[in-house]
T-cell receptor, first 112, second 114 residues
Framework: GQNIDQPTEMTATEGAIVQINCTYQ??????LFWYQQHAGEAPTFLSY????GLEEKGRFSSFLSRSKGYSYLLLKELQMKDSASYLC?????????????FGKGTKLSVKP | DGGITQSPKYLFRKEGQNVTLSCEQN?????MYWYRQDPGQGLRLIYY???????QKGDIAEGYSVSREKKESFPLTVTSAQKNPTAFYLC?????????????FGQGTRLTVV
């Protein structure tokens, strides 16, 4: 299988930092994506990692370790509008073009 | 503006009826996808297509059918054979030549069987 695991729910305080972890099976790995999804809406792209290391984009950063099958999304200076589900998705090589396999998402609640 | 459009946003269907969900994109993307989202289940792949007139089953294709007669369009039919069709359906597209951009999603169609 191609299980992708992430915590179901997390709670954090406005202004704080939160880290959302994602683990996956390493076989056939070909890129990892993080998406944000507000309730009832479409997922929107946040970040992409294919090489080891940290990718920073404003308040959001994403880290990847391919050998460990591990990624995290780091959200700094949390705002109330960051309350959403965060989806980890992995592209596995399958023929000429891999497809995205999604984790179940982590529901983040930001409290005042 | 380029984008991906799903219609309708809400759809009600009587049990035993087939229903077709529309998905259109003007991003000139080769690949298109249909996902189903249930509470606590994340997104699960139903069907995908990488080129016109060709499509492949995803993980949960039973009870669904698709067509890809045009690059811009990838409609999904939920047939009466689908045992539990009530769900949030998301269509997506991607540029095969740009691995770093992932998939772009439509706004989704919430299907309820009554």
């Amino acid at each position: 299988g191609q299980n992708i695991d992430q915590p179901t729910e997390m709670t954090a305080t406005e202004g704080a930092i939160v880290q959302i972890n994602c683990t996956y099976q390493t076989s056939g790995f070909n890129g990892l994506f993080w998406y944000q999804q507000h309730a009832g809406e479409a997922p929107t792209f946040l970040s992409y990692n294919v090489l080891d290391g940290l990718e920073e984009k404003g308040r959001f950063s994403s880290f990847l370790s391919r050998s460990k099958g591990y990624s995290y999304l780091l959200l700094k200076e949390l705002q109330m509008k960051d309350s959403a589900s965060y989806l980890c998705a992995v592209r596995f090589s399958r023929g000429s073009q891999g497809n995205l396999i999604f984790g179940k998402g982590t529901k983040l609640s930001v409290k005042p | 503006d380029g984008g991906i459009t799903q219609s309708p946003k809400y759809l009600f269907r009587k049990e035993g009826q087939n229903v077709t969900l529309s998905c259109e994109q003007n991003l000139n993307h080769d690949a298109m996808y249909w996902y189903r989202q249930d509470p606590g289940q994340g997104l699960r792949l139903i069907y995908y297509s990488q080129i016109v007139n060709d499509f492949q089953k995803g993980d949960i294709a039973e009870g669904y059918s698709v067509s890809r007669e045009k690059k811009e369009s990838f409609p999904l039919t939920v047939t009466s054979a689908q045992k539990n069709p009530t769900a949030f359906y998301l269509c997506a597209s991607s540029n095969i030549g740009r691995a770093d951009t992932g998939a772009f999603f439509g706004q989704g169609t919430r299907l309820t069987v009554v």
